[in-house]
């Protein structure tokens, strides 16, 4: 990742739908260091476990978010398509990856710097705020749809 800010990441980032609504300024801000990522089919954009260097913004393509389970290698509690988000670890210390994310398609999305993502979000407690604000849903939304495939495995 360099230290230049690339306009086409910047425009990408700001029409995504999770940063409709953000100050032009936080969208170039958290864009340092920002790159533009392709994926083949069963690549993997991050392995559980590994170091979290990224947030990414999903811009085509579809992943699936999988944990491994004794009977199934890459059991998928969550796909993410275009216009979504993937990763939280990078928020969290240790700063580890918690699941796996594989590409099921050619998938193209903006990996944001975590480290500027941080800094950029504990610089400017405003937009650190709505920052998580809009990402609480996700999570959320993540952790609900691990439990409910857990639950499946266990009524089996």
Same mark, same amino acid.
């Given at each position: 990742m360099t230290d230049e800010t690339d306009p086409n990441v910047v425009?990408?980032? @700001?029409?995504? *739908?999770?940063?409709? =609504?953000?100050? *032009?300024?936080?969208?170039?801000? &958290?864009? @340092? #260091?920002?790159?533009?990522?392709?994926?083949?089919? !069963?690549?993997? +954009?991050?392995?559980? =476990?590994?170091?979290? !260097?990224?947030?990414?913004?999903?811009?085509? %393509?579809?992943?699936?978010?999988? &944990? %491994?389970?004794?009977?199934? *290698?890459?059991?998928?509690? #969550?796909?993410?398509?275009?216009? !979504?988000? +993937? %990763? /939280?670890? /990078?928020?969290? *210390?240790?700063? @580890?990856w918690r699941f796996d994310a594989r590409a099921l398609k050619p998938t193209r999305a903006t990996a944001l710097h975590a480290e500027v993502l941080r800094r950029t979000l504990a610089g400017h407690p405003a937009w650190g705020y709505q920052f998580l604000v809009r990402f609480m849903p996700v999570l959320a939304e993540r952790l609900e749809n691990t439990r409910i495939q857990l639950l499946d495995i266990h009524a089996r």
């Amino acid at each position: 990742m360099t230290d230049e800010t690339d306009p086409n990441v910047v425009e990408a980032v @700001r029409e995504h *739908p999770f940063f409709h =609504g953000f100050d *032009p300024e936080f969208v170039h801000a &958290i864009c @340092r #260091q920002a790159v533009e990522r392709h994926f083949a089919a !069963e690549d993997l +954009l991050a392995k559980e =476990g590994s170091v979290a !260097e990224v947030f990414y913004v999903v811009l085509e %393509g579809k992943v699936a978010l999988e &944990i %491994g389970a004794a009977d199934n *290698p890459h059991l998928t509690v #969550q796909t993410v398509g275009p216009g !979504e988000v +993937l %990763g /939280w670890s /990078w928020l969290v *210390p240790p700063h @580890r990856w918690r699941f796996d994310a594989r590409a099921l398609k050619p998938t193209r999305a903006t990996a944001l710097h975590a480290e500027v993502l941080r800094r950029t979000l504990a610089g400017h407690p405003a937009w650190g705020y709505q920052f998580l604000v809009r990402f609480m849903p996700v999570l959320a939304e993540r952790l609900e749809n691990t439990r409910i495939q857990l639950l499946d495995i266990h009524a089996r």
